[in-house]
């Protein structure tokens, strides 16, 4: 009697720990089927139908903000739609396209957290962003320069390298970092974004305003007081960027980009935001 009560403890207990074991595997595998759609975007994508772009508000020509419609416009948000109808076709997954605004400093925290899936907003690629986070091959050519006012007797960043000139940047761009080592000696003032950096030039409360020439080209157009001066003094090529270790979307995208490189798409869209850029050679913007 002892002995049998004590085999029916023993297989309980051992259907009780296979079941602990089973649970517990079941668990493992799902939790590690979560984690990889998280981590890889591509398949977060395509199980969803849809890629969240981080596009600029605050970026004439490239993101900026329709107050009306509340949706950006811009050669970045064009090029996002048309990579993502290219996605579609290579994947043989229907997706579609979503916008965030992103600033100049939220990007890479927003692609870290998942809240946008892949950015294309006139981000520079750098061996300091590369480390965490991952680019696509250059898909725009910038440098930065600088934009000042027409009768300000100023020709260049060299020109500026005084401890009278403040030179406006906006946080969180590679302006922030690189206006110093081309004028030491000049004061800084950091902002928050492009349209606080154009008041405050405008309220004189700097000489210049300084990021890529591509940018600044768009406060040029809207205000004719102002002029960029001294060609670039950087090279800073344009990719789009998704979170670190996202190989195949990476491939995907390079893929999908030289295919809008080479069937027209990209020099339509550069033709359509760059053609009517006074001071502007947009046929040397083109894929060739
Ligand atoms: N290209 C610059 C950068 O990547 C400026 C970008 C921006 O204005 O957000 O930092």
Not at 10 to 30: C, F, K, N, S
Not at 60 to 86: H, P, R, W, Y
Request: proline share 3%; aromatic share 8%.
């Amino acid at each position: 009697m002892e002995k049998a009560k004590k085999r029916q403890f023993g297989i309980i207990a051992t259907i009780v720990l296979a079941a602990v074991i089973v649970l517990g595997l079941m668990w493992a595998t799902a939790t590690a089927k979560k984690n990889q759609e998280h981590q890889d975007t591509l398949a977060r994508v395509e199980k969803l139908g849809r890629i969240v772009w981080g596009v600029k508000a605050d970026t004439k020509l490239f993101g900026l903000m329709d107050t009306k419609t509340g949706v950006s416009k811009g050669f970045d948000v064009d090029i996002a739609k048309a990579l993502t109808v290219q996605l579609s076709k290579q994947t043989g997954v229907p997706m579609s396209a979503e916008f965030v605004p992103v600033s100049s400093s939220s990007k890479i925290q927003l692609l870290k957290n998942t809240n946008i899936d892949g950015t294309v907003s006139t981000m520079t690629i750098t061996p300091e962003r590369e480390k965490i986070i991952d680019f696509t091959k250059q898909y725009f050519d910038a440098g930065q320069s600088i934009l000042v006012k027409k009768d300000s007797g100023i020709k260049s960043i060299k020109d500026m390298n005084d401890s009278k000139y403040t030179i406006i940047v906006v946080v969180g761009t590679t302006a922030a970092e690189e206006t110093k080592k081309f004028a030491p000696k000049a004061k800084l003032l950091a902002v928050q974004d492009y349209a606080t950096g154009m008041q405050a030039l405008k309220a004189g409360q700097g000489q210049a305003m300084s990021t890529d020439n591509a940018i600044l080209y768009g406060f040029a157009t809207e205000n004719p007081d102002y002029q960029i001066v001294g060609g670039t003094f950087t090279h800073g090529p344009y990719g789009i960027a998704f979170d670190n270790d996202q190989g195949p979307m990476i491939r995907e995208t390079n893929k999908a980009l030289a295919t809008l490189k080479k069937n027209g798409v990209y020099n339509k869209l550069i033709k359509k935001w760059f053609s009517n850029v006074p001071g502007l050679d947009w046929h040397e913007l083109e894929a060739k």
